[in-house]
């Protein structure tokens, strides 16, 4: 008797062994073991390949930081940062500088592809106190070195498109099982960009409106369209600007009879009312686009408003 329970105990031993060890396995065969992960730094290059990889099977889209962080200045990596890059199949970023960090994800990351949304892009140059003009195509000598640029790429629909392009084809050599996959929704959402850039071409200034702005954002819109910058301040917050500046710019919107302040969203917009109330110059609140929805449409509902608003501004 003794010995038929401990055969008995052994035989149940080995049946629970038995069970767990099966139910192990079709937990590791239900896991996606072939799934491409592409990370990206921050929400613009996010909602851009987000689209480029829109149902694409096997594919997962990450973004690092959060949606609602904005722009990434000073931006210091986080443990949850190196989790997400820990699974990493591929990182995009935006470049142009933006990320001051990439120099320390690739040394803890030699392996991991990097695509740079903005590589043979041309740059603007940074937040000054006047707007150095130049075409699309035209490489400003005084901006070579991407830490001097303006990193806001995504702003000009032009720019924002060959970002689109170059992520997409990037992504078609680094999967090329899902190259048709990505080529197609990069067309698709190339043609809704269109959308929005004929209805900014439509903006377009030739007499070349002076306006002052408030983050160096919109300098790309600015430079679209055609407007003049004399005066752009980039105010993450409102802490670091003195009477005297605000005294400046007053005076730069009188010499040059400025009559929009373009402000932005996420900026508290004091400072431009105040300056409004000494001048004749109207806040208009653009969005930088830095921060939303999880929406595939971020970027075209955000252009949208932002058309809306220029509309607005220069009476068209």
């Not at 430079?223 to 105010?235: A, R």
Request: aromatic share 8%; glycine share 6%; with cysteine.
């Amino acid at each position: 008797m003794k010995k038929f329970l401990i055969l008995l105990c052994i035989f149940a031993v080995v049946t629970l062994a038995s069970a767990g060890i099966t139910k192990g396995l079709k937990s590791k065969e239900a896991a996606p073991l072939d799934e491409f992960t592409i990370v990206t730094s921050f929400y613009p290059v996010y909602i851009a390949t987000k689209n480029i990889a829109n149902g694409v099977d096997g594919v997962k889209v990450v973004n690092m930081t959060e949606n609602h962080s904005g722009c990434l200045h000073d931006y210091q990596l986080t443990t949850s940062d190196m989790r997400k890059l820990e699974d990493a199949d591929v990182f995009v970023m935006n470049g142009g500088g933006m990320e001051g960090f990439i120099e320390e994800v690739a040394a803890k990351y030699p392996d991991l592809p990097v695509i740079d949304a903005s590589e043979g892009i041309v740059l603007i140059g940074p937040a000054a106190g006047h707007h150095h003009e130049h075409g699309h195509d035209e490489e400003p000598e005084e901006y070579e070195h991407h830490h001097e640029a303006n990193a806001h790429v995504w702003m000009d629909p032009v720019r924002y498109k060959k970002q689109i392009k170059t992520i997409s084809k990037k992504l078609e050599n680094l999967d090329k099982l899902n190259a048709k996959a990505y080529e197609k929704n990069q067309k698709a959402y190339e043609k809704k960009i269109d959308l929005i850039e004929e209805q900014l071409n439509a903006l377009k200034d030739e007499n070349h409106t002076e306006i002052i702005t408030f983050h160096e954002a919109f300098s790309y819109l600015a430079d679209y369209l055609g407007n003049d910058i004399v005066y752009c301040m980039d105010l993450d917050n409102e802490s670091g600007l003195s009477a005297g500046e605000i005294a400046e710019v007053i005076n730069e919107v009188k010499k040059h009879n400025v009559r929009a302040l373009f402000t932005e969203t996420a900026n508290r917009d004091s400072i431009a009312n105040n300056i409004s109330a000494e001048t004749n110059a109207k806040v208009y609140v653009l969005n930088s686009l830095t921060s939303d929805k999880d929406s595939l449409d971020a970027y075209i509902n955000g252009m949208q408003k932002n058309i809306n608003v220029l509309k607005g501004a220069f009476g068209k």
